[in-house]
């Protein structure tokens, strides 16, 4: 459970107080004892007031206790690993959808389609038969299902590729977006001279603004696919949400996102997965290494277009671009 200590009162330890560590250990291994509690019921018939007496605990202070500590109610939880369950039993084995939905603890098949397209943006026989593999669905708590092993290996790794691919991306964004603050309107909507068009579905990128734009656009729209949110508007935001102040707003929230689910993707080893993208009519599934380097590439073609656009506005850009600048930073910080 990362981030659970950071609850804690912080007193000095070097004063011999160890009342610290022994909050710390609490809250962890109550944290571990909550979690159990839900992962065990999933092939047993509990509500809350079961979950509760599971824990020998009334159902009021379970219910504040696991909001607490996990950051998801009992209930809520349960109900999501038993849809990741179904997920995987979907993708992996031979199971009718009828008796996944059973497993799942749904009374009807159709009651199981519903929550499972809501929870995964297509139906469960879609979902099987466009071959997704990517069972686990967004949540801050990092608590998932997981069949008979321990999906999290590579906690506590040194900095890696995604690392430094993903935190480049980021922080070269970000530098772009500080230096087009000093910027006017018109120079920011100056016409481009050489206009570039960069995806076939999309027009030319026709200023310095919508190159910033569309490459906030592209972390936001593959954040909403990966997390299940609502699309984003493209190219037909308001002008309060194109300045440099609010693309750089944007651009952290969908960052947050983006990283939260790659990082636990990472984490696992689990590149070659296959995603459901609710937000393509008809729904797609992209393998998430594909999906990632996609990313990667193409804003990164577009952070060229930038750089040389702003030094063509006399705005003085320190480097190039290179991920060796944001190890470099790394280092000097």
Not at 101 to 112: H, P, V
Not at 133 to 152: E, P
Not at 158 to 178: K, N, P, Y
Not at 219 to 239: F, H, R, Y
């Amino acid at each position: 459970m990362t981030g659970t200590p950071t609850r804690m009162s912080i007193w000095d330890s070097r004063s011999g107080d160890r009342r610290l560590w022994s909050g710390i250990f609490f809250v962890v291994d109550e944290a571990q004892r909550l979690r159990e509690v839900v992962l065990d019921s999933l092939d047993q018939e509990r509500d809350a007031s079961g979950l509760a007496r599971h824990a020998f605990r009334s159902r009021t202070q379970f219910y504040r206790l696991f909001r607490a500590i996990i950051e998801e109610t009992p209930v809520a939880m349960r109900r999501r690993l038993l849809l990741e369950r179904a997920a995987w039993q979907l993708s992996r084995t031979q199971l009718s959808v009828t008796d996944i939905s059973l497993n799942a603890s749904y009374g009807s098949l159709e009651a199981f389609t519903r929550a499972f397209r809501k929870a995964f943006g297509v139906s469960p026989s879609l979902y099987r038969r466009i071959g997704a593999t990517h069972t686990h669905l967004h949540t801050t708590n990092g608590i998932h299902h997981h069949c008979g092993k321990d999906d999290t290996k590579g906690a506590g790794r040194s900095m890696d590729l995604f690392d430094i691919f993903s935190g480049q991306e980021s922080w070269h964004t970000r530098r772009l977006l500080d230096l087009a603050k000093a910027l006017n309107d018109e120079q920011l909507d100056r016409p481009l001279k050489n206009q570039v068009k960069v995806f076939p579905w999309d027009g030319p990128d026709q200023s310095l603004r919508q190159i910033l734009d569309r490459m906030v656009q592209t972390k936001e729209v593959w954040a909403a696919a990966l997390t299940g949110s609502s699309m984003p508007l493209i190219d037909n935001a308001p002008p309060e949400d194109r300045t440099p102040s609010a693309m750089l707003a944007r651009l952290e929230k969908a960052d947050a996102a983006f990283h939260s689910v790659l990082t636990d993707v990472r984490n696992r080893s689990a590149w070659e997965d296959t995603f459901v993208d609710a937000l393509c009519e008809p729904p797609e599934t992209f393998t998430f290494g594909g999906m990632f380097a996609h990313v990667i590439i193409f804003n990164a073609y577009r952070r060229m277009l930038a750089i040389d656009t702003l030094r063509r506005l006399g705005v003085k850009v320190e480097g190039f671009g290179c991920p060796e600048e944001y190890v470099a930073s790394l280092a000097n910080a």
